[in-house]
């Protein structure tokens, strides 16, 4: 099996990961919705800025030349903005009544900005806006208006060591499809120097074998963290952490699932799509390949991590925002982000051109209808941050009592 032909260097999304994107709720001074401008195009050019938090250089380039050329064709200016601390300048813009045009809005942290009023609501008078995966249009729905166009996507996969594959004398027909499959694939990978399969402590990850047996920590609308599926998953991943096939990043000094990978500690890790920078740049010599993650008792399932393009309800060019928009998430100009930094493109109409120029990492985007995305509710990301705090004892832990604190903490942020 040959190893991925690299990405260029990734979005964290990480720009997908809770903790990192974009705030809702702080910095502004009025729960009250500004009054919607009107979306017609004013005569003549305008000036936009677009800020971004930036995975770095490749992204923040890849971004620049995509709205100069916009801006060379439409005549307008635009000013793109790679923000130090996404969340904290754009709380000081929106409370300086002078935000962003266009801006990055995390999936988990939408509700906060529609409920403060600072977010237009303009995705579904997009052209596309039938294009983009159902999950994405979920992710980004507040109180059932699609509020901002998903910009792209990332999945997690289970990320396989080639040269310890082969040595285990495992195949093809060997990749792993249940969770029966998995642990048995990863008692066969240890050894005295190498875990089987090693991931992170936290929901990001864990999360998927909540939803691979039927779990959701959200559903319409109630906290049901606390549930028979839930509990299912955590106690087969402490089943494997028992047994020695699967430890966690901390048990083997790792500070994420890459580095146990790359640094060869684990022979498998569940990772998105992300991890192809990280193993370009830091362990070229790692062949590996990537598989979907195995099915759980409720069927296949992998969580998804994603960011808007969120429009600001108070911008003065709000119709050649939108255009700016359209234009970003077309799939010509999703391919071109995808072969500049890695990112999936957040339409289905261009999984079959993903799939053909990147095969290697087909099982990332074939996933993206069957992934979970966090939930969107104010307040959920500060639940799940103490969800992972508790996630770290897991190994010796009380599954039922993690679930049972989340569920209390997470039904009192619902309201």
């Given at each position: ?15 997908l990961s809770l903790t990192a994107a974009c705030g809702g709720g702080s910095g502004f001074e009025s729960d009250e919705a500004p009054e919607q401008q009107e979306t ?145 694939v990863a008692t066969t990978l240890t050894t005295g120097d190498q875990v089987g399969l090693v991931t992170s402590a936290e929901y990001q990850r864990l999360g998927a ?133 890695g990112v999936m493109p957040s339409v289905e109409t261009a999984q079959e051109d993903f799939i053909s120029e990147f095969p290697d990492f087909a099982a990332f985007v ?50």
């Amino acid at each position: 099996m040959r190893s991925p032909r690299p990405l260029a260097l990734l979005a964290c999304l990480a720009t997908l990961s809770l903790t990192a994107a974009c705030g809702g709720g702080s910095g502004f001074e009025s729960d009250e919705a500004p009054e919607q401008q009107e979306t017609t195009a004013a005569a003549g050019p305008v000036s936009l800025q677009v800020m971004i938090g930036s995975s770095g250089p490749a992204e923040t380039d890849a971004v620049t030349a995509a709205v100069d050329a916009w801006a060379s064709e439409t005549g307008n200016e635009v000013e793109v903005i790679a923000a130090t601390d996404l969340n904290q300048q754009l709380s000081q813009g929106f409370a300086a009544g002078s935000p962003p045009d266009v801006f990055y809005v995390s999936s988990d942290l939408v509700a906060g900005y529609a409920n403060n009023g600072s977010l237009l609501p303009y995705a579904s008078e997009l052209e596309n806006a039938g294009d983009f995966y159902p999950n994405l249009v979920e992710a980004f729905t507040v109180d059932d208006e699609f509020m901002c166009a998903p910009k792209d996507f990332s999945t997690l996969g289970l990320v396989i060591n080639n040269a310890s594959w082969e040595a285990a004398g495992l195949t093809e027909d060997d990749l792993p499809t249940t969770w029966e499959e998995l642990r048995d694939v990863a008692t066969t990978l240890t050894t005295g120097d190498q875990v089987g399969l090693v991931t992170s402590a936290e929901y990001q990850r864990l999360g998927a074998f909540m939803a691979q047996a039927g779990g959701a920590l959200v559903t319409d609308g109630a906290a049901t963290v606390d549930s028979e599926a839930n509990l299912k998953a955590l106690q087969y991943v402490q089943s494997m952490l028992a047994d020695g096939s699967m430890q966690l990043t901390g048990q083997v000094g790792a500070g994420w699932g890459g580095e146990a990978f790359g640094t060869g500690k684990a022979a498998m890790t569940i990772e998105g799509n992300w991890i192809a920078g990280a193993m370009t740049a830091d362990y070229p010599d790692v062949d590996y390949q990537v598989a979907p993650l195995p099915a759980g008792p409720d069927g296949e399932a992998s969580l998804s991590f994603t960011n808007c393009w969120g429009i600001a309800a108070e911008s003065p060019s709000q119709a050649a925002a939108t255009e700016l928009v359209a234009f970003l998430t077309t799939p010509e100009q999703q391919m071109e982000f995808a072969r500049a930094f890695g990112v999936m493109p957040s339409v289905e109409t261009a999984q079959e051109d993903f799939i053909s120029e990147f095969p290697d990492f087909a099982a990332f985007v074939e996933q993206g209808g069957v992934a979970v995305t966090v939930p969107n509710a104010e307040g959920v990301s500060t639940v799940v941050a103490d969800l992972n705090s508790q996630l770290q004892g897991l190994p010796d832990g009380d599954a039922a009592a993690i679930l049972s604190s989340t569920q209390a903490n997470l039904e009192a942020a619902l309201g």
